[in-house]
Antibody, heavy 118, light 108 residues
Framework: QMHLLQSGPGLVKPSETLTLICSVSGESVTTTRFFWGWIRQTPGRGLEWIGSIAHGGTSIYNPSLASRVNISLDTSRNQFSLKLRSVTAADTAVYYC??????????WGKGTTVTVSS | IVLTQSPGTLSLSPGERATLSCRASQTVDNSHLAWYQQKRGQAPRLLIYATSSRDTGVPDRFAGSGSGTDFTLTVSRLEPEDFAVYYCQALGGSPMYTFGQGTTVEIK
């Protein structure tokens, strides 16, 4: 059974880079069966897709965040990661990693609450 | 694609039927519409994908239907564990994935 385990800091300073990691068990991140992605949630904006990455490393991002986001695979550790640069208070959210079998988000990580504050 | 869910809150009693609506700003392929349930402090849980297919382990009291721009999630008889927030989600357009703002199903 597939599990996604999230790790990363809960507090990030303004203008710094947020880095979150999603460790996958029960499946290889190189599988062609899924995309992998990040979604965040705030009370004001609700659920917001950040971006996705395919088994070969091709990624696609939400245009509203594309200039600041990078999602990458680490096949040696069976992980994928999110980097969000130049964060502001507006990036305070619960961040989720998840997998996408086709057009839906099937297995989710438990979520990481990230606060942007000095 | 903008997804508009209604009503914002549904107040019902256990055993009653819940009907949740999701309206899209443009046509959504039936294979690209999903529904999620989220309980407080938890990640969303996939219930329905491709408009009407239940995910593994989802009880058959949950049913999805619709086409084009109008989609519906029906819970035939509410169980105590069904009181939660429900989101629809579509694939298509830009950004690639969008979510509705959610419908809260609360105990009356």
């Amino acid at each position: 059974q597939m599990h996604l385990l999230q790790s990363g800091p809960g507090l990030v300073k303004p203008s710094e880079t947020l880095t979150l990691i999603c460790s996958v068990s029960g499946e290889s991140v190189t599988t062609t069966r899924f995309f992998w992605g990040w979604i965040r949630q705030t009370p004001g904006r609700g659920l917001e897709w950040i971006g996705s990455i395919a088994h070969g490393g091709t990624s696609i991002y939400n245009p509203s965040l594309a200039s600041r986001v990078n999602i990458s695979l680490d096949t040696s550790r069976n992980q994928f990661s999110l980097k969000l640069r130049s964060v502001t208070a507006a990036d305070t959210a619960v961040y989720y990693c998840a997998n996408d079998p086709l057009a839906r988000w099937g297995v989710w990580g438990k979520g990481t609450t990230v606060t942007v504050s000095s | 694609i903008v997804l508009t869910q209604s009503p914002g809150t549904l107040s019902l009693s256990p055993g009653e039927r819940a009907t949740l609506s999701c309206r899209a700003s443009q046509t959504v392929d039936n294979s690209h519409l999903a529904w999620y349930q989220q309980k407080r402090g938890q990640a969303p849980r996939l219930l329905i994908y491709a408009t009407s297919s239940r995910d593994t382990g989802v009880p058959d009291r949950f049913a999805g239907s619709g086409s084009g721009t109008d989609f519906t999630l029906t819970v035939s008889r509410l169980e105590p564990e069904d009181f939660a927030v429900y989101y629809c989600q579509a694939l298509g357009g830009s950004p690639m994935y969008t979510f509705g703002q959610g419908t809260t199903v609360e105990i009356k």
